[in-house]
């Protein structure tokens, strides 16, 4: 007694092109995205807060923190050249602390606002596929 239908062979051929397709249509083409680490310095020194945003080939979008220590670490790069802007990282206003407002420990770091959108920094790299350690120095 055989419990499971075997598909017509034209029934299977046509399940297994949609399959194929749907992975395919998926996928990235096989480029392998990477992740990238680095420091961003600004006049010499580590930039102790932001968002480091990279935009890269046909308008790839990947960003990550930029830690106190100016240190940062983004996951899926892809490869190729790589337009880069800083964002200032959010201002808390002590809204959650009860309505008390206490002041920050240490006012971030300003930089200049050309370096806010990847059209004005001037800030160009180039990602390849044994990029692994970057630093991004703000001029």
């Keep these: 007694m055989r419990i499971a239908l075997p598909l017509p062979r034209s029934r299977a051929i046509v399940a297994l092109s949609v399959v194929l397709i749907f992975a395919v249509g998926c996928s990235d083409g096989g480029t392998k995205k990477i992740v990238v680490r680095g420091t961003v310095t600004y006049n010499g020194q580590p930039l102790d807060s932001g968002i480091l ?58 930089i200049p606002s050309k370096f806010l959108d990847v059209k004005t920094s001037g800030i160009t790299v180039t990602i390849t596929p044994s990029t692994t350690n970057l630093p991004i120095e703000l001029k």
Excluded at 58 to 66: H, P, Q
Excluded at 82 to 105: C, F, L, M, N, Y
């Design 53 to 110: 945003q990279f935009t890269g080939p046909n308008g790839a979008y990947t960003a990550g923190v930029i830690k106190a220590d100016g240190t940062y670490e983004i996951a899926d790069v892809m490869p190729g050249e790589t337009k880069v802007a800083i964002q200032e990282a959010p201002r808390s206003d002590g809204s959650s602390s009860g309505g008390k407002h206490q002041a920050p420990s240490k006012e971030p770091q300003r």
